[in-house]
Nanobody
């Protein structure tokens, strides 16, 4: 059963920006550390960014300075603002609880596909 619903993906030109959004009717984001992950076919999901219950963000080195994670506790959403996108950012993006080992997580949503291409 999927607990999370991601949206906002699409085709983006290199150097462009995109904002992804995640919501859930089962999880209250203000009470936990939430994260964004991404996955390329053939590879495992990797952690992109996470934000703590007290709104402290952390980023993977490969997105630091380009991506920004935030939460809206009223709307119960977690967003990922992505700037300066390049082809290596092409992936399906997912949100879930934070974990160093995302393959141990469950209740994944369908994700949202971001394709960076001219």
């Amino acid at each position: 059963q999927a607990w999370f619903a991601e949206s906002g993906g699409g085709l983006v030109q290199p150097g462009g920006s995109r904002t992804l959004s995640c919501t859930s009717s089962q999880v209250v984001f203000s009470r936990t550390t939430m994260a964004w992950y991404r996955q390329v076919p053939g590879n495992e999901r990797e952690l992109v960014a996470h934000i703590t219950d007290d709104d402290r963000p952390r980023y993977a080195d490969f997105v630091k300075g380009r991506f920004s994670i935030s939460k809206d506790n009223v709307k119960n959403t977690v967003s990922l603002q992505m700037n300066s996108l390049n082809s290596e950012d092409t992936a399906a993006y997912y949100c879930n609880y934070y974990s160093d080992i995302p393959r141990y997580l469950h209740n994944w949503g369908q994700g949202t596909l971001v394709t960076v291409s001219s």
